[in-house]
């Protein structure tokens, strides 16, 4: 069992920064490829960005390169997304995920991971 929490949400304007945190528990963390994923209203959760356990290798949406940032702590059990030049489309509830396949590359895929966490609300006004 790995249990997963988000932190770092809120409410930004337009062209603003935030950063996401992902807290891991319950599991060997320098074991997991940690992906992050959002969904807004009325739309289906999407892939955003992931890294796999090494920390090495890298995936971002085409929608937020050269905007955000994955990272990650093994000693603390915590992977991070830098989100820059926020934009209203950037607007959803935002879930960290784990894949415990120990795959060298990073999914894009939902059915890839099997934790999650319980989402963090990010707002972009314009």
């Known amino acids: 069992q790995v249990q997963l929490v988000e932190s770092g949400g809120g409410l930004v304007q337009t062209g603003g920064s935030l950063r996401l945190s992902c807290a891991a528990s319950g599991s060997t963390f320098s074991t997991l490829t940690m992906g992050w994923f959002r969904q807004a209203p009325g739309k289906e959760r999407e892939f955003v960005s992931a890294?796999?356990?090494?920390?090495?290798?890298?995936s971002y949406a085409d929608s937020v390169k050269g905007r955000f940032t994955i990272s990650r702590d093994n000693g603390k059990s915590t992977v991070y997304l830098q989100m820059n030049r926020l934009k209203p489309g950037d607007t959803a509830v935002y879930y960290c995920?784990?894949?415990?396949?120990?795959?060298?590359?990073?999914?894009?895929?939902?059915?890839?991971?099997?934790?999650w966490g319980q989402g963090t609300q990010v707002t972009v006004s314009s």
């Open positions: 995920a784990a894949d415990t396949s120990g795959s060298y590359l990073p999914s894009a895929r939902r059915d890839e991971y099997d934790y």
């Open positions: 890294i796999n356990w090494v920390g090495i290798t890298t």
